[in-house]
Nanobody
């Protein structure tokens, strides 16, 4: 498997959820990994990214509530989401790319999505 996302589910507003992205070792050791999210009819938006050296960056939608991290022993990147809101409802995808990932980046490798639903 290259990237495999998991951890989605149904939660209530204010609750927390942690997504996991299992990454193939050859990708994990060299590439940055990011989380994106997408709702029906809308473009896929960057949420947060982390480089192979652990530098993390967040888009405004994720600042102060979400934390991206990586576990080098497990080849896994996590997205901890706190104080979830109904507007966070989306399919969340992880993706990998060389260098820093920004909104201009078009990752070449994607995992399957995992659905996050936040009820009010």
């Amino acid at each position: 498997v290259q990237l495999q996302a998991s951890g989605g589910g149904l939660v209530r507003a204010g609750e927390s959820l942690t997504l996991a992205c299992l990454v193939s070792e050859d990708i994990f050791k060299d590439k940055s990994v990011a989380w994106y999210r997408q709702t029906p009819g809308k473009q896929r938006d960057l949420v947060a990214s982390i480089t192979s050296r652990g530098r993390s960056d967040y888009e405004d939608i994720a600042k102060d509530r979400f934390t991206i991290s990586r576990d080098n022993a497990k080849n896994t990147v996590y997205l901890e989401m706190n104080n979830l809101r109904p507007e966070d409802t989306a399919v969340y995808y992880c993706a990998a790319s060389w260098g820093l990932i920004s909104i201009a980046t078009i990752p070449t490798t994607w995992g399957q999505g995992t659905q996050v639903t936040v009820s009010s």
